[in-house]
């Protein structure tokens, strides 16, 4: 479901905001999970539902804009202008999002 929003926040919002902000929701998301004497959360089912809910939404606003980000670091760390060699932007977003989608399926 987040992917819809996702697709609709990202065009508004700079990528890297958007990635912070999604961490930030899943640190509540992960409080919200157990419970903890700590800050005074009991041990309730709704809670944990509630944290279930809110890590699989705020997951969706990681992952998808991570590829992105993660192949235009390549361009910046190699300093490679994109468009200028269009066989080797095909190999980057290739490896990028074959790299992306192995190392996601492992975690």
Do not use: H, W
């Amino acid at each position: 479901m987040s992917c819809i929003l996702v697709n609709f926040i990202a065009g508004r919002m700079p990528r890297r905001l958007l990635i912070f902000i999604s961490f930030l929701l899943l640190t509540v998301s992960n409080i919200f999970q157990g419970p903890s004497d700590f800050l005074g959360l009991p041990d309730n089912l709704t809670l944990l539902v509630l944290g279930y809910a809110l890590d699989g939404l705020a997951q969706g606003f990681i992952f998808i804009p991570l590829l992105p980000d993660a192949i235009e670091a390549v361009y910046i760390k190699e300093e490679i202008v994109e468009g200028a060699n269009e066989e080797l932007d095909i190999v980057i977003s290739d490896y990028g999002a074959g790299l992306y989608g192995t190392f996601y399926s492992l975690g």
